[in-house]
């Protein structure tokens, strides 16, 4: 089935239709093609379209005395009308035949042309106790729209669908069952009752535009704002000069920026004058529906019909788009993440990421979209931006706190026509698998699935499909800096640090006075953050507080279940069901405790779970914590909590891996600089008795070295256990760690001031074997390159003291090789 995502950035040159939407703003599709179909089911499952009805639809229909005219024939009954008045003061015959509709309505209704008595009995023949039999439109007017716009005067919408009409310049309330239609001109029943031609409450004539625009209010300003939020279905309109629409269009515009809802114009044939692409451009149609009136009615029935079966699993996270409203406080609260929910829209208050338009353009092709990232680099906040900036389709956002089983995961599969955002946590190794293997299926539902992940879950979609993962870098470009700064400048901060971490420059925020003073006298982080310190050093039961938050800040949640398997191996067990919340207020906001939801209780055993709100401040926690305890209490700890999370956590390694370790402890603590050295040292020794079974355990250990250690017996031992990593691993795994141990015999090399030709010997054919597998790994290997490139690798130091070695010559091949790799790409 063609998709309609992939006609959005064409591959070739444009077509016809497509040249249009390029000047004129709108796109024509045609009905028969399979695109167009694809495109109207994503639209009408939104549950956001507002059908705007106009005098077209119910043309035709039968009423009291005759069937409802069409505008050709109103016009023409007013003329004769105004004619065969007996008054001299009125147009001739010649003049009225030049007049538009609106001149026409404001002699007909407005002047002492005809008599009021005349005007009233032509509307209640013409215009009330409409009957619409037509099958089609009874069929779409079946759909529960909670409420309908109208240009009619006639009753048959409200009477086929036992309505509440809502008139001009008239204050309403809702109602709690019935549906609503919106009368924007009025409504003939209530023009009977008129005294005067002043009471004659009908919107014709320009006369009658203009007064509207003053005074019906009510119903403009809501009008104003489903033109903003929803997407509209322009059914029968002729869009002529209506003016009160025009100003609807333009108000409901300025409300919000960055909308990106439809407005969709359905008739039977293709715009092909200037004057009608004009009119369609003024009034912001984004696309052009070319179909048979009685199809599209039915197609959009049993699309929306078709909505109440099934799916009730997932219904719970469709995705409303509220926006948090942006002010100095929300913009301070989310970049520090204070008093910030995980289920709070950060869109109005974030920037626009570089990576977004990847994003956008992946979206709108491939049925499933990767992101990953480290940290705090917003991950999150992409997921939310990009369903902000995709309304043609049903939207469902999965935040990082719920936990998706199998039933739900088959849900998602289902769905047709949507977007589905997952966050980081949300869903397991086997599901992410899942969602790889069902590509296919999602693309035949017109559905894609955004999900965002972890560097260590990468490896969950196999090294072909990882390429094609977007990464989002823990630190802003500089047009992203530029951006934060427009916002945070002009209150007083310090402009952001293009080669610090997002995370580094939230650090330097939370430090400034200025903060406190937005935040209208709240506690600062930091103040918060020293202040739960001191209460943990008090308390007996700080050794599991401590692994918890170093469990948070590493795994995002803890479920009660993983609690309490965790306090009993501390000898804790009787306060497992009274201390977790406790501890959780203590923390506030950096973390919150809250009831697990339905899927969350029933696939982890779990009715409550603990969130980590803000991992920046949780991380500073944790180094001050270990600050107080010292290297040795702090080491054992994480080792303990590993021993204790890994009987009953299936991905309980995360704990332990390099990056994380290194991402808590890598601002070192004041005035010891080997701080994060030392910990992370003894963290690895400690842990040799407890996992040196496991090959990765051997992996991690070696990198750790890489990177911390300028010892030259400790760094042979790391190329020793990256040997032994390798060979108990299987080959795709060993490609990252054969690049790991060429980093080290290079470093070696570096260290030891390049002496040892054995030494050269094995980095040079190492660094060879490792490029000699890119197109595995391609990502993994030209990171090295760059790297190198910016002066920060060892593989070109390798391969210039290489040059000349007598004893090399028997590697010659590689060394040529090596080098050759390095001038075409480093």
Same mark, same amino acid.
């Given at each position: 089935?063609?998709?309609?995502?992939?006609?959005?950035?064409?591959?070739?040159?444009?077509?016809?239709?497509?040249?249009?939407?390029?000047?004129?703003?709108?796109?024509?599709?045609?009905?028969?093609?399979?695109?167009?179909?694809?495109?109207?089911?994503?639209?009408?499952? #939104?549950?956001?379209?507002?059908?705007? !009805?106009?005098? $077209?639809?119910?043309?035709?229909?039968?009423?009291?005395?005759?069937?409802?005219?069409?505008?050709?024939?109103?016009?023409?009954?007013? %003329?004769?009308?105004?004619?065969?008045?007996?008054?001299?003061?009125?147009?001739?015959?010649?003049? !009225?035949?030049?007049?538009?509709?609106?001149?026409?309505?404001?002699?007909?209704?407005?002047?002492?042309?005809?008599?009021?008595?005349?005007?009233?009995?032509?509307?209640?023949?013409?215009?009330?106790?409409?009957? !619409?039999?037509?099958?089609?439109?009874?069929?779409?007017?079946?759909?529960?729209?909670?409420?309908?716009?109208?240009?009619?005067?006639?009753?048959?919408?409200?009477?086929? !669908?036992?309505?509440?009409?809502?008139?001009?310049?008239?204050?309403?309330?809702?109602?709690?069952?019935?549906?609503?239609?919106?009368?924007?001109?009025?409504?003939?029943?209530?023009?009977?009752?008129?005294?005067?031609?002043?009471?004659?409450?009908?919107?014709?004539?320009?006369?009658?535009?203009?007064?509207?625009?003053?005074?019906?209010?009510?119903?403009?300003?809501?009008?104003?704002?489903?033109?903003?939020?929803?997407?509209?279905?322009?059914?029968?309109?002729?869009?002529?000069?209506?003016?009160?629409?025009?100003?609807?269009?333009?108000?409901?515009?300025?409300?919000?920026?960055?909308?990106?809802?439809?407005?969709?114009?359905?008739?039977?044939?293709?715009?092909?004058?200037?004057?009608?692409?004009?009119?369609?451009?003024?009034?912001?149609?984004?696309?052009?529906?070319?179909?048979?009136?009685?199809?599209?009615?039915?197609?959009?029935?049993?699309?929306?019909?078709?909505?109440?079966?099934?799916?009730?699993?997932?219904?719970?996270?469709?995705?409303?788009?509220?926006?948090?409203? %942006?002010?100095?406080?929300?913009?301070?609260?989310?970049?520090?993440?204070?008093?910030?929910?995980?289920?709070?829209?950060?869109?109005?208050?974030?920037?626009?990421?570089?990576?977004?338009?990847?994003?956008?353009?992946?979206?709108?092709?491939?049925?499933?979209?990767?992101?990953?990232?480290?940290?705090?680099?917003?991950?999150?906040?992409?997921?939310?931006?990009?369903?902000?900036?995709?309304?043609?389709?049903?939207?469902?956002?999965?935040?990082?706190?719920?936990?998706?089983?199998?039933?739900?995961?088959?849900?998602?599969?289902?769905?047709?026509?949507?977007?589905?955002?997952?966050?980081?946590?949300?869903?397991?190794?086997?599901?992410?698998?899942?969602?790889?293997?069902?590509?296919?299926?999602?693309?035949?539902?017109? #559905?894609?699935?955004?999900?965002?992940?972890?560097?260590?879950?990468?490896?969950?979609?196999?090294?072909?499909?990882?390429?094609?993962?977007?990464?989002?870098?823990?630190?802003?470009?500089?047009?992203?800096?530029?951006?934060?700064?427009?916002?945070?400048?002009?209150?007083?901060?310090?402009?952001?640090?293009?080669?610090?971490?997002?995370?580094?420059?939230?650090?330097?925020?939370?430090?400034?006075?200025?903060?406190?003073?937005?935040?209208?006298?709240?506690?600062?982080?930091?103040?918060?953050?020293?202040?739960?310190?001191?209460?943990?050093?008090?308390?007996?039961?700080?050794?599991?507080?401590?692994?918890?938050?170093?469990?948070?800040?590493?795994?995002?949640?803890?479920?009660?279940?993983?609690?309490?398997?965790?306090?009993?191996?501390?000898?804790?067990?009787?306060?497992?069901?009274?201390?977790?919340?406790?501890?959780?207020?203590?923390?506030?906001?950096?973390?919150?405790?809250?009831?697990?939801?339905?899927?969350? %209780?029933?696939?982890?055993?779990?009715?409550?779970?603990?969130?980590?709100?803000?991992?920046?401040?949780?991380?500073?926690?944790?180094?001050?914590?270990?600050?107080?305890? $010292?290297?040795?209490?702090?080491?054992?700890?994480?080792?303990?909590?590993?021993?204790?999370?890994?009987?009953?956590?299936?991905?309980?390694?995360?704990?332990?891996?390099?990056?994380?370790?290194?991402?808590?402890?890598?601002?070192?603590?004041?005035?010891?600089?080997?701080?994060?050295?030392?910990?992370?040292?003894?963290?690895?020794?400690?842990?040799?008795?407890?996992?040196?079974?496991?090959?990765?355990?051997?992996?991690?250990?070696?990198?750790?070295?890489?990177?911390?250690?300028?010892?030259?017996?400790?760094?042979?031992?790391?190329?020793?256990?990256?040997?032994?990593?390798?060979?108990?691993?299987?080959?795709?795994?060993?490609?990252?760690?054969?690049?790991?141990?060429?980093?080290?015999?290079?470093?070696?090399?570096?260290?030891?001031?390049?002496?040892?030709?054995?030494?050269?010997?094995?980095?040079?054919?190492?660094?060879?074997?490792?490029?000699?597998?890119?197109?595995?790994?391609?990502?993994?290997?030209?990171?090295?390159?760059?790297?190198?490139?910016?002066?920060?690798?060892?593989?070109?130091?390798?391969?210039?003291?290489?040059?000349?070695?007598?004893?090399?010559?028997?590697?010659?091949?590689?060394?040529?090789?090596?080098?050759?790799?390095?001038?075409?790409?480093?």
């Amino acid at each position: 089935m063609a998709s309609f995502r992939s006609i959005r950035i064409p591959e070739t040159a444009p077509k016809a239709n497509e040249k249009m939407a390029m000047t004129w703003g709108f796109t024509v599709r045609s009905f028969d093609d399979m695109a167009t179909q694809d495109f109207l089911r994503g639209i009408l499952r #939104t549950e956001q379209c507002v059908p705007f !009805i106009g005098t $077209g639809f119910t043309a035709g229909e039968k009423t009291r005395g005759a069937t409802v005219p069409f505008g050709s024939q109103w016009m023409e009954t007013m %003329r004769r009308q105004i004619l065969a008045a007996e008054t001299e003061d009125k147009p001739g015959e010649d003049e !009225i035949g030049e007049y538009s509709f609106q001149e026409l309505s404001d002699a007909y209704f407005r002047k002492e042309i005809v008599p009021l008595e005349v005007i009233k009995e032509t509307l209640n023949k013409y215009f009330t106790k409409t009957d !619409i039999l037509d099958p089609a439109k009874k069929e779409f007017l079946s759909i529960p729209w909670p409420y309908l716009y109208t240009l009619n005067i006639d009753d048959g919408l409200e009477r086929a !669908i036992d309505g509440v009409k809502v008139l001009p310049n008239v204050a309403f309330a809702r109602h709690e069952t019935r549906r609503f239609v919106y009368k924007l001109h009025g409504d003939a029943d209530d023009a009977l009752t008129a005294h005067n031609r002043e009471d004659l409450k009908v919107i014709f004539g320009k006369a009658d535009y203009i007064k509207s625009l003053k005074t019906n209010h009510h119903l403009l300003n809501d009008l104003a704002t489903d033109f903003s939020e929803k997407h509209i279905l322009f059914i029968g309109c002729s869009l002529t000069d209506e003016i009160d629409i025009a100003f609807s269009l333009v108000d409901g515009n300025s409300e919000k920026t960055g909308a990106k809802n439809a407005r969709l114009y359905v008739t039977s044939k293709p715009p092909t004058t200037f004057k009608e692409k004009t009119k369609l451009q003024d009034y912001g149609i984004t696309d052009v529906i070319v179909c048979d009136y009685s199809i599209f009615y039915g197609f959009a029935a049993k699309v929306i019909g078709s909505l109440s079966n099934g799916g009730s699993v997932v219904s719970k996270f469709l995705f409303d788009g509220e926006l948090i409203e %942006r002010s100095n406080q929300t913009l301070m609260r989310y970049l520090v993440q204070q008093g910030w929910k995980h289920s709070d829209d950060p869109y109005d208050v974030s920037i626009r990421r570089f990576v977004e338009k990847s994003v956008k353009q992946k979206l709108e092709k491939d049925p499933l979209v990767v992101v990953w990232g480290r940290r705090f680099s917003g991950k999150t906040t992409l997921l939310y931006r990009a369903l902000h900036e995709n309304t043609t389709r049903r939207r469902f956002f999965l935040s990082s706190s719920v936990s998706v089983d199998d039933q739900l995961m088959n849900a998602i599969l289902r769905l047709q026509d949507a977007i589905v955002a997952i966050d980081t946590e949300a869903v397991r190794y086997e599901h992410l698998r899942l969602l790889l293997r069902s590509a296919d299926r999602l693309r035949e539902n017109n #559905t894609t699935v955004l999900v965002a992940v972890a560097k260590s879950d990468l490896n969950a979609f196999g090294l072909d499909f990882v390429d094609e993962a977007v990464q989002l870098s823990a630190q802003f470009f500089k047009i992203e800096a530029g951006e934060i700064d427009k916002l945070t400048s002009p209150l007083g901060f310090q402009r952001w640090k293009m080669k610090d971490r997002i995370l580094d420059n939230i650090f330097s925020i939370s430090a400034s006075p200025i903060l406190e003073t937005i935040l209208k006298g709240e506690s600062s982080l930091r103040t918060r953050v020293n202040e739960s310190c001191v209460k943990w050093k008090e308390n007996k039961k700080s050794r599991l507080e401590f692994a918890v938050l170093f469990y948070l800040a590493i795994r995002q949640r803890m479920f009660s279940k993983t609690y309490r398997a965790i306090a009993t191996d501390y000898g804790l067990n009787y306060i497992a069901d009274s201390h977790l919340e406790g501890f959780a207020k203590q923390w506030t906001p950096f973390l919150e405790f809250e009831e697990a939801d339905a899927i969350s %209780r029933r696939e982890e055993n779990s009715h409550w779970v603990l969130i980590c709100n803000s991992y920046a401040w949780i991380q500073y926690a944790i180094r001050n914590i270990s600050e107080s305890v $010292g290297v040795e209490e702090s080491a054992s700890t994480i080792v303990d909590l590993f021993s204790s999370a890994k009987k009953i956590d299936s991905e309980a390694f995360q704990l332990i891996l390099f990056d994380n370790l290194n991402s808590i402890y890598e601002q070192n603590v004041a005035h010891k600089a080997d701080w994060r050295n030392r910990v992370i040292k003894l963290v690895y020794e400690k842990l040799a008795s407890v996992i040196s079974q496991e090959p990765d355990y051997w992996l991690q250990r070696a990198k750790s070295v890489y990177y911390i250690s300028n010892d030259e017996i400790e760094l042979r031992a790391a190329v020793e256990f990256c040997e032994k990593g390798i060979i108990e691993r299987d080959r795709k795994a060993s490609i990252n760690a054969n690049l790991t141990k060429a980093n080290l015999l290079g470093k070696l090399c570096q260290i030891t001031n390049f002496v040892s030709d054995e030494d050269l010997r094995k980095a040079i054919s190492t660094y060879a074997e490792a490029l000699a597998s890119r197109n595995e790994n391609p990502r993994y290997i030209d990171g090295l390159l760059k790297r190198n490139r910016y002066g920060k690798g060892y593989i070109r130091g390798v391969c210039t003291a290489a040059q000349g070695r007598l004893a090399l010559l028997p590697i010659r091949h590689d060394l040529n090789f090596v080098e050759a790799y390095l001038s075409n790409g480093g």
